[in-house]
């Protein structure tokens, strides 16, 4: 309840003690009764219209609400402002954020399916080594230009080496998964490194903070609020900390993810190169894929060096 509200009730209470005092020691004539009655149903509507006033004004409503229950009155942390207080070394982990959002969303993209294991290749690579005859290398190779992948690239390589002992096409097939599964790996080793960084960069921009806010607080004058401005600087100083982590955290998620991803889709690739070896054992010593120099395959028959017919190089002559 506001001042004005105390200070009219207690008119109201005096208005009507005053006249029943005044009237029980000494009744007077009727008239007199009648005037005090009068003068007390006036100061009654006065005080109606200003606690009416006093009720419809925001000001007074206001001033009557508690501060510690008015609404906002506790005191936000800006957090705008706060990143901005965290010093120097919140830049390099600004870097890395920005570091952190290139390369997952590039991962993101570039590890799809349809990028590393095409679906319509390998269910082509399936019908062609079910037709009559068995998989021919010539189309095979068509079908991996056709759809360029990390898949085509390794199964491209095993067709190169077709008519090779068994063991050399199995070492150039494991050259090649490892070769493609690098390539892949490599932008994903941005995340592990921000993964890795970004904590420590965190943790330097805290330990140099409360050097200083331990520094400064040694040095106020005499009388100074030394626990305040200790509790400032520490607080800042753990803004480099939060950030750090803030953007650790999801790189490490993001590197975890695509790099299960990697190994999942070339196990599948593994698969199928188990199903492609055998069929091509037979062209061993027979047949050879070569690239022309426009790229398209062509295939040439491996000739017996005994079998080779002509003149044949003059020997040399004894010493």
Not at 48 to 58: G, S, T, W, Y
Not at 186 to 210: C, D, I
Not at 250 to 255: D, R, T
């Amino acid at each position: 309840m506001s001042m004005k509200k105390i200070l009219i009730h207690a008119a109201l209470l005096g208005m009507f003690a005053c006249p029943l005092t005044a009237t029980s020691q000494e009744p007077g004539p009727a008239p007199v009764a009648e005037e005090t009655q009068a003068n007390i149903d006036e100061g009654l509507q006065e005080a109606e219209a200003a606690l009416a006033e006093d009720d419809a004004d925001p000001a007074i409503q206001q001033e009557s609400v508690p501060a510690a229950d008015a609404p906002g009155s506790e005191k936000q942390i800006d957090l705008l402002e706060l990143l901005l207080a965290g010093g120097h070394l919140m830049w390099p982990i600004l870097a890395m954020s920005l570091l952190v959002v290139t390369f997952g969303t590039e991962r993101a993209l570039g590890l799809r399916r349809r990028k590393v294991l095409p679906p319509v290749l390998i269910e082509q690579l399936g019908k062609l080594g079910h037709q009559p005859g068995g998989l021919d290398p010539r189309k095979a190779y068509k079908l991996c230009q056709k759809y360029p992948s990390a898949a085509a690239n390794v199964i491209r390589t095993m067709l190169l080496k077709v008519g090779r002992p068994h063991g050399e096409l199995e070492h150039a097939v494991s050259e090649a998964n490892e070769r493609e599964a690098a390539h892949l790996y490599s932008n994903v080793r941005w995340l592990a490194l921000a993964a890795a960084v970004t904590p420590l960069l965190g943790l330097l921009g805290t330990v140099w903070g409360m050097i200083k806010a331990f520094f400064v607080t040694a040095n106020l004058p005499t009388g100074a609020n030394k626990a305040e401005h200790l509790a400032d600087g520490i607080y800042t100083a753990l803004v480099t900390t939060f950030a750090g982590l803030a953007v650790a955290i999801p790189a490490a998620v993001l590197a975890h993810l695509f790099e299960g991803r990697i190994q999942k889709l070339f196990r599948e690739l593994d698969e199928t190169l188990l199903g492609l070896l055998p069929q091509l054992e037979r062209f061993e010593g027979r047949l050879r894929v070569t690239r022309n120099p426009q790229g398209s395959p062509a295939a040439a028959q491996r000739e017996d060096p005994t079998s080779q017919s002509g003149p044949q190089p003059p020997a040399a002559a004894p010493q």
